[in-house]
């Protein structure tokens, strides 16, 4: 009596990985969510103003009972520029100072020019 062995051959085949519609969705959602936040990040460096142009500024440093007034009257002296107030609202707006109060070591650009 022989004996017949059989060796089983067994073939295993790669599955292939495929997405739902909600898996394409989430991936395509986090690519827009991705490019949108590279573009803030990239965006949040810029600066633009209306003016064309560089505006000369120097940076002055707010000694202790000093006011936004005298800041301003000294910037007039040098500037050539005679009015105190515009100058005021001019250093307000440069930087984005809400009221005129201003604080001992502060530091604020005032235009030169």
């Known amino acids: 009596m022989s004996t017949i062995t059989f060796t089983p051959q067994v073939s295993y085949s790669a599955r292939q ?13 986090f690519g827009v969510l991705l490019a949108f936040a590279l573009g803030v990040w990239f965006a949040a460096g810029s600066v633009a103003t209306q003016d064309a142009g560089v505006e000369q500024v120097e940076v002055v440093t707010v000694a202790p009972g000093e006011t936004l007034w005298d800041i ?42």
């Open 17 to 29: 990985v495929r997405l739902t519609r909600r898996g394409r969705l989430v991936v395509f959602g």
């Open 72 to 113: 301003a009257a000294d910037a007039t002296a040098v500037t050539g520029e005679g009015d105190v107030g515009a100058m005021v609202e001019r250093i307000q707006e440069m930087n984005s100072l809400d009221s005129s109060m201003v604080l001992a070591g502060q530091t604020l650009r005032i235009p030169t020019d």
